[in-house]
């Protein structure tokens, strides 16, 4: 039978007890000290994400339940507004845009940056940190920067692509018209985002021990075999973790179309992709309730299509 834990007035409680008792008393003050410091640091992160994410959130879906009235004024709809979204054809039509962008640039985007990649962690590339640089640095220019300075070089009457094509008298390149949008749009992502996959990748690569390259190549393995068994398979979570990333980047494409909008405005309409249409509803029409509800309509077309990612990857890792 297990006995009773001694109290410390209990005739056998000795010295050693006492000293243990005390010793135990203290690493619990210490462990309570330890983690109501941690705490207090992270109380200002808390706070402002309290502030500036989880209450802004929770406003919008209780707004998004509701609906203006010309008589009676805001009036609780429920679900209608969600409803009244899935069967817009108009925020379709702006995900299966982002959706075909999805399909054909990530996949170009992905393979890009793993090329670079592979190429930064081989012995054939000299000035990595330049070269690291380079890649990166279209990644540090803000998007709007970035969706200005193409369309810039996009532009049909002053870009400078139409001016050397004019001078070779040949027809100026229609990278602005409906048939070529959304591939310049592609073309803006691949540019800024590549550099980013690749420093992910990059990374993982790096993590990868020596040793097991030093054996390959004892074993008479070549430079492309080495890649596929035993870089490929490594650096898995950090390939899923960049698809993931720009599946969660293209669905909330907003920057670079509401730029170039400005440059064609009869090209790109106000509901060219999701985001852009629910940034229109709210700002351009005042429905501030049914933009809400397009915003978490979005929100959850983007867990659904990141789920399956990781699932359909996860399953394809096991096999």
């Given at each position: ?148 300075l ?63 390259y ?6 008479g ?22 698809g ?50 397009i ?15 990781m ?9």
């Amino acid at each position: 039978m297990k006995q009773p834990p001694l109290e410390i007035d209990d005739p056998g409680f000795t010295a050693s007890h006492r000293a243990q008792k005390r010793a135990a008393v203290r690493g619990s003050q210490r462990w309570s000290r330890r983690v109501g410091l941690s705490y207090l640091f992270l109380a200002p992160f808390l706070l402002l994400f309290l502030l500036f994410f989880i209450l802004p959130l929770g406003y919008a879906l209780w707004i998004s339940l509701f609906a203006d009235r010309l008589v009676g004024g805001s009036v609780f709809v429920g679900l209608q507004n969600y409803v009244h979204a899935f069967q817009d054809s108009n925020f379709w039509e702006g995900v299966r845009r982002t959706a075909l962008l999805l399909v054909i640039q990530v996949p170009v985007m992905l393979v890009l940056a793993m090329i670079f990649a592979l190429l930064l962690d081989s012995s054939i590339v000299r000035f990595r940190t330049l070269f690291r640089l380079g890649f990166f640095l279209p990644y540090a220019i803000p998007s709007v920067v970035s969706a200005l300075l193409w369309g810039y070089l996009y532009s049909p009457s002053f870009g400078p692509l139409t001016q050397v094509a004019n001078v070779m008298h040949l027809p100026a390149p229609g990278f602005l018209t409906a048939s070529g949008m959304l591939a310049s749009i592609g073309n803006i992502v691949t540019w800024q985002y590549t550099g980013y996959n690749m420093i992910i990748i990059y990374a993982a690569l790096q993590a990868v021990p020596s040793e097991l390259y030093d054996a390959a190549r004892v074993d008479g393995a070549t430079g492309w075999s080495i890649a596929r068994y035993i870089k490929f398979p490594l650096i898995t979570p950090a390939l899923v973790l960049t698809g993931i990333f720009s599946i969660i980047g293209t669905l909330q494409l907003f920057n670079e179309p509401q730029i170039l909008s400005t440059l064609v405005p009869n090209v790109i309409q106000d509901h060219y992709t999701p985001n852009l249409y629910a940034y229109t509803l709210a700002f351009t029409d005042q429905q501030y309730n049914y933009s809400a509800a397009i915003s978490f309509t979005l929100g959850a077309i983007v867990f659904v299509g990141s789920y399956i990612f990781m699932f359909a990857t996860n399953r394809r890792s096991l096999r």
